[in-house]
Structures are given as structure tokens and as C-alpha cells.
T-cell receptor
Framework: GAVVSQHPSRVICKSGTSVKIECRSL??????MFWYRQFPKKSLMLMATSNEGSKATYEQGVEKDKFLINHASLTLSTLTVTSAHPEDSSFYIC??????????FGPGTRLTVL | AQKVTQAQTEISVVEKEDVTLDCVYETRDTTYYLFWYKQPPSGELVFLIR??????QNEISGRYSWNFQKSTSSFNFTITASQVVDSAVYFCALIRRGSQGNLIFGKGTKLSVKP
């Protein structure tokens, strides 16, 4: 299957700092990528849909100024958590969609904000 | 509206037992895809299968098999002779074919396989 990488896998930062997470499709081009957040023992919560070359579409309740998404190329989307606070601590997962409507997921990034 | 229901929150079996994970979906679309993903403790979601709504043939892949029945809107997943490595959370998901939107996920079933 297709491979999606995510970097970093784990990050610890101080409250008030910004953190950037990268999501790359390694062996295919993805016009659409998705960003999810997952709380412990819960299902995935879609945060936003990222389309190459256009603005991301955010789900209701997700602050676009806090979670900045950039999809600058067909293989890279980034999520920047700005002015992170402890309540932003979570597991963030990206996915990339192939031409066959199948989403492949990255390994996830565990963010801890102190 | 689209919805995916995984009624089993947690299942615990002993190694070598067979186990079936249930998935029931709701959709008004006539063409759609159904998926199963595995999320082991490491966190990464692993793609297992995609099923087109037009294809009701059951599929077998090694110890894994899937039973798709449109009449009951179900897409159940069976693991035969379970192993400890099968311990994970399994998600069933749905998307309208050709949709630019997102997967609709069930809440997941946590499978624990004990030695």
C-alpha cells in the first residue's frame, strides 16, 4: 500500500510555543490530505481537509488561526499548532488520499504541551 | 446522513480463537466504499481493506475475512485463529464514492488477544 510519513513522531514543548507537524506522501501524489486529532480511547476526530494549492477546510469548532494548515505541494501538508497550551496535547494523525478514494494514514504525532 | 456503528466497544479472546468484529452502516448513497483499518498500540492506522458497494463478494486474506451484506448494511470482519499480534483497535469506515469529503468512522472496537 501507499506510504505516508509524519514528522516528528513525538514532541514536547512549552506552553505558548508553536509546533509544526509535517505529513508527506512518499510514493504517490495526494491532492487531498486530512488532519485528525485522537483523544485516548476515542475515535478519530477530523480537524480539517487540506487541498493542494488552496485553503484548508476546517471542521466546525476547530480554530483555523490556531491550527494552521499549509498544503504547498502534492506530497506535503503541514499542521502548525500556534501558541500551544496543555489542552492541545493530543495525538495528531494525518492521512493522504489516493486516486482510488483510499486514505492512507501517517504514524501520528504525539504532542505534549507543558 | 451517513453513520457507522461498531457496537462492540471491547472484545477479549484467547489466542487461536476466532473473532468477528461487527460493523453496521447507514447511507443514502448508492455507490460508496467501506473500509477497515487496524490501529495497534503504536498508533498508526493500517489500511486493511476497501470494499466497493457494487461488490458483495466476501473476501479472504490469510486469517482475515470480510462479509459484506448490503441487505443488512453490514460489513463484518472475522479473524481466524487469532494471535496476540492482532491486539489492536479496529475501525470500520465509510465514504461516498467520488466524494471529496472525509471518511466516516465508527468508534472502533478494541480487540485484546490473550496468550
Amino acid at each position: 500500500g501507499a506510504v505516508v510519513s509524519q514528522h516528528p513522531s513525538r514532541v514536547i514543548c512549552k506552553s505558548g510555543t508553536s509546533v509544526k507537524i509535517e505529513c508527506r506522501s512518499l510514493d504517490f501524489q495526494a491532492t487531498t490530505m486530512f488532519w485528525y486529532r485522537q483523544f485516548p480511547k476515542k475515535s478519530l476526530m477530523l480537524m480539517a481537509t487540506s487541498n493542494e494549492g488552496s485553503k484548508a477546510t476546517y471542521e466546525q469548532g476547530v480554530e483555523k488561526d490556531k491550527f494552521l494548515i499549509n498544503h504547498a505541494s502534492l506530497t506535503l501538508s503541514t499542521l502548525t499548532v500556534t501558541s500551544a497550551h496543555p489542552e492541545d496535547s493530543s495525538f495528531y494523525i494525518c492521512s493522504a488520499r489516493t486516486g482510488t478514494d483510499t486514505q492512507y494514514f501517517g504514524p501520528g504525532t504525539r504532542l505534549t504541551v507543558l | 446522513a451517513q453513520k457507522v456503528t461498531q457496537a462492540q466497544t471491547e472484545i477479549s479472546v484467547v489466542e487461536k480463537e476466532d473473532v468477528t468484529l461487527d460493523c453496521v452502516y447507514e447511507t443514502r448513497d448508492t455507490t460508496y466504499y467501506l473500509f477497515w483499518y487496524k490501529q495497534p498500540p503504536s498508533g498508526e492506522l493500517v489500511f486493511l481493506i476497501r470494499r466497493n458497494s457494487f461488490d458483495e463478494q466476501n473476501e479472504i486474506s490469510g486469517r482475515y475475512s470480510w462479509n459484506f451484506q448490503k441487505s443488512t448494511s453490514s460489513f463484518n470482519f472475522t479473524i481466524t485463529a487469532s494471535q496476540v499480534v492482532d491486539s489492536a483497535v479496529y475501525f470500520c469506515a465509510l465514504i461516498r464514492r467520488g466524494s471529496q469529503g472525509n471518511l466516516i468512522f465508527g468508534k472502533g472496537t478494541k480487540l485484546s488477544v490473550k496468550p
